[in-house]
Nanobody, 123 residues
């Protein structure tokens, strides 16, 4: 069983930056693909980006060029660096882990989820 805990959310002005962290339990973290998703009330959870076990990253078009995902396997942590934030980035952000080395953009590909952290971008 893997437990995930996000941190780093908060309130930021448009154009600002935030760095989210996701700490994972479990000794096999390094072999898991990780993903970030976000959700606005009343809307479906949407894919933000992911990182494979080998640190290959991929992103949704809406965040490409502004967000960067990285991982530190020694610390069992994955990061989401968010720059040039926009009001439409406001959401609860979730990290997720897949019991595979590579995972895509669909929620069903991920086996474990964190509780989420709120990100609010003011205009």
């Amino acid at each position: 069983q893997v437990q995930l805990a996000e941190s780093g959310g908060g309130l930021v002005q448009a154009g600002g930056s935030l760095r989210l962290s996701c700490a994972a339990s479990g000794r096999t973290f390094g072999s898991y693909a990780m993903g970030w998703f976000r959700q606005v009330p009343g809307k479906e959870r949407e894919f933000v980006g992911g990182i494979t076990w080998s640190a290959y990253t991929y992103y949704a078009d809406s965040v490409k060029g502004r967000f960067t995902i990285s991982r530190d396997n020694a610390k069992n942590t994955v990061f989401l660096q968010m720059n040039s934030l926009k009001p439409e980035d406001t959401a609860v952000y979730y990290c997720a882990a897949a019991r595979t080395a590579v995972a895509g953009s669909r929620q069903y590909e991920y086996d474990y989820w964190g509780q989420g952290t709120q990100v609010t971008v003011s205009s």
